[in-house]
């Protein structure tokens, strides 16, 4: 990667970050958030999402001293908003079939944030028949065994079995590209940052579908970028972060910073956006986060690469 895509990506990824931490108070659980979440589910699922970030910026140090200062703030205000760790054990103990407090917790852990009880509980039920046979589709089944790995559970029975979830996925089929769609688009994603533990294991990914997905990413970008899906194109950005090679276009990162608010906020989409703070961070918090791991991805990736002289 040259330096001036770099350096941008680098500049996105600061501003959003700092975004995130500024308005981190609208993104607050309730003050008694119960295990069903009964009146906390998009908060619950956005908090989720603000703790990966802030452990993908942590996980790699490329960012600088400010950054990881955020990283590490945001990082514990999750955990706080979490019980530090003792809402995400409730809810296991009460919904053992659902995987998000495993998913969830696997954030936190990349962190060096770990809770005594629900490591207890989750090196119990990660060898359960009943875990690995609930209903998911299949990219979110890659999104459990990479959380099992990520918190160092996947050995004995509970190891997960990665080529045949990859061939389960649209992506392992590597189908006729030009039938994808929006919500498959997303589907690709996530199967590519699961294989790679989020650009960590670029070799996770299997050699044809990197191949497949050289051809094509470029492609999918400008479909999205040129609707304006600011989101999924930030998201597919991050997939070429964590291809073997990773794929660079200036362009992409030009068209990202265009769109990215002087505050580091990060539209969704080009529709008006409002000026009321709270419903701004719930509309526009994803893309914002989107863009941390984007930006952090590609620096990192650039630090990984000797540049020339």
Not at 34 to 46: F, I, N, V
Not at 114 to 140: C, G, I, M, Q, Y
Not at 149 to 172: F, I, K, Q, S
Request: charged fraction near 20%; proline fraction near 6%; glycine fraction near 6%.
């Amino acid at each position: 990667m040259s330096h001036p895509p770099a350096e941008l990506a680098h500049a996105i990824s600061s501003r959003a970050l700092g975004w995130l931490h500024a308005n981190r108070e609208h993104g607050a659980l309730s003050d008694l958030p119960d295990a069903d979440l009964s009146a906390d589910r998009g908060a619950y699922k956005a908090l989720g999402e603000t703790a990966l970030a802030a452990s993908l910026v942590l996980r790699s140090g490329a960012a600088g001293t400010t950054d990881l200062a955020l990283a590490g703030e945001l990082l514990a205000y999750c955990w706080q908003q979490a019980g530090e760790g003792s809402l995400l054990y409730e809810r296991l103990l009460r919904h053992p079939l659902k995987t998000d407090p495993l998913e969830t917790y696997a954030h936190f852990v990349r962190g060096g944030h770990h809770h005594r009880e629900l490591d207890e509980l989750l090196a119990h039920t990660v060898t359960l028949r009943s875990t690995h046979a609930s209903e998911h589709v299949p990219n979110r089944r890659l999104a459990v065994a990479n959380a099992v790995r990520v918190t160092g559970l996947d050995h004995g029975a509970g190891t997960p079995r990665w080529e045949a979830l990859t061939r389960a996925t649209w992506l392992g089929a590597t189908p006729d590209p030009w039938h994808i769609d929006w919500l498959t688009a997303y589907a690709v994603t996530h199967t590519v940052y699961h294989l790679t533990d989020w650009g960590r294991l670029p070799t996770g990914l299997p050699t044809e579908l990197a191949a497949y997905l050289r051809c094509w990413l470029p492609v999918w970008t400008d479909i999205w970028a040129e609707a304006a899906h600011w989101d999924l194109m930030a998201e597919l950005m991050i997939v070429e972060m964590c291809l073997p090679e990773a794929h660079v276009d200036p362009e992409d990162w030009r068209r990202l910073a265009g769109v990215q608010h002087e505050d580091g906020m990060v539209p969704r989409d080009d529709q008006p956006v409002t000026d009321d703070p709270a419903q701004r961070f719930e509309d526009h918090q994803h893309p914002t986060i989107v863009a941390v791991i984007a930006g952090n991805l590609a620096l990192t990736r650039a630090l990984e690469t000797p540049q020339p002289h």
